[in-house]
């Protein structure tokens, strides 16, 4: 047998991590995805691929409350490529410079994220509650439940 040998267990390493994220399975994503990247290292080929893997890995680590760690896979995907640009990778990259002190530089990259999800959200410098008003109940006539009509 040769390096370029081998036997595929799982056609595809990367549908098999996304699973295991949906699961909450963050450390076993995480060895799902360095053994592929380090696959993909060895042979040299298909950078689109790795910088998949890599992004994914990087959002794993992200999940898994380990900003600092996630900031270094993300910084490992190609500056250029489709998988820097996606969203998620850039707030996981904001996040990670946050997470080593960055601020600016976690700033404007969050700015650029809102921007391209294209929602309005206020920034705000001092610490405000998730919820800034309450609903109040409607002074409408309360409806009660009736078993014999069903309604």
């Not at 410079?97 to 309005?120: H, K, Y």
């Amino acid at each position: 047998m040769t390096t370029e040998t081998g036997i595929d267990l799982v056609p595809d390493q990367l549908a098999l991590a996304r699973a295991q994220m949906d699961a909450g399975q963050y450390g076993v994503v995480e060895g799902t995805l360095r053994r592929r990247i380090a696959t993909l290292e060895a042979t040299g080929r298909n950078p689109e691929e790795l910088d998949a893997a890599r992004a994914l890995l990087a959002e794993a680590l992200w999940r898994s409350g380990r900003p600092a760690a996630a900031y270094d896979a993300v910084t490992a995907v190609r500056p250029r490529g489709a998988e820097r640009r996606r969203s998620i990778t850039m707030m996981v990259e904001a996040e990670g410079l946050a997470a080593i002190g960055e601020m600016r530089q976690a700033e404007g990259l969050l700015e650029r994220v809102v921007n391209a999800v294209g929602a309005r959200l206020p920034v705000r410098r001092r610490r405000q509650p998730r919820i800034a008003w309450a609903p109040r109940p409607s002074p409408m006539v309360r409806m009660t439940w009736s078993p014999a009509t069903g309604s």
